[in-house]
């Protein structure tokens, strides 16, 4: 009886999807820049002066798992996942342009950096904004990847118009030739067939969920 327990065992080992390791190179710590509140960063190591990554909105730092490793000959190179997104924390507040500044200021400042060069991509410019004119002396320089926000323009009568349309949560991946929930693999394949290239794999994996049998789920609940 126990042998034969044993052998059902090792057949759901053995048929269970394999556990998937994120490639990148990179060491992932976590930053606390408020209490109870954590900001994964990623670390691709390098030398010289110091940059930091900053994600449009919906990304996490691993959108630049790719990319990253390019700099790190002429720079030590980290990525900040804001809070709301993957595996920083989820806090009800703290999600105006101000805080979130703040969030990169707080990283900044745990981890020593000195003159960090910033480098943000679409939202990511409402944070660069609020560091270069508040903290000019702290950093080293701005970079916008098709990024531009002015975090002292007044947004109140647009999210009063977005606060009416209907909720749209966990939105499932777009089917792909009929399929609900495809593999990360399937996705990728997509997004790079359409776009002519494709996110890495580990963004895909901390925002969507996966399944047991190890296809795409739900997306990931982010806070805004």
Not at 33 to 43: M, T
Not at 151 to 177: G, I
Not at 195 to 201: I, K, T, Y
Request: with cysteine.
């Amino acid at each position: 009886m126990y042998a034969f327990a044993g052998l059902v065992s090792l057949v759901a080992i053995l048929q269970s999807p394999q556990r998937w390791s994120d490639p990148s190179p990179h060491r992932v710590q976590f930053v606390t820049v408020e209490r109870d509140v954590r900001l994964e960063v990623l670390d691709w190591g390098g030398s010289g002066r110091p940059v930091v990554l900053l994600a449009g909105l919906g990304h996490t730092a691993h959108v630049f798992d790719d990319f990253a490793p390019k700099l790190t000959k002429a720079s030590h190179v980290y990525g900040i996942t804001r809070r709301g997104y993957g595996n920083s924390s989820h806090p009800e507040s703290g999600y105006n342009g101000q805080r979130l500044a703040d969030d990169v200021l707080r990283v900044v400042d745990v981890l020593g950096l000195q003159s960090p060069v910033l480098v943000g991509h679409s939202i990511a410019g409402e944070e660069l904004t609020a560091m270069g004119a508040q903290h000019s002396n702290r950093i080293g320089g701005l970079v916008y990847l098709d990024a531009l926000s002015d975090p002292t323009t007044d947004w109140s009568d647009y999210n009063a118009l977005q606060q009416k349309l209907p909720p749209l949560r966990n939105p499932p991946p777009p089917p792909l030739r009929g399929e609900t929930n495809p593999t990360f693999q399937a996705r990728l394949e997509f997004q790079k067939r359409g776009n002519g290239f494709s996110f890495p794999e580990a963004e895909l994996r901390n925002v969507y969920l996966a399944l047991p049998d190890g296809r795409m789920g739900l997306a990931i609940p982010a806070c805004e």
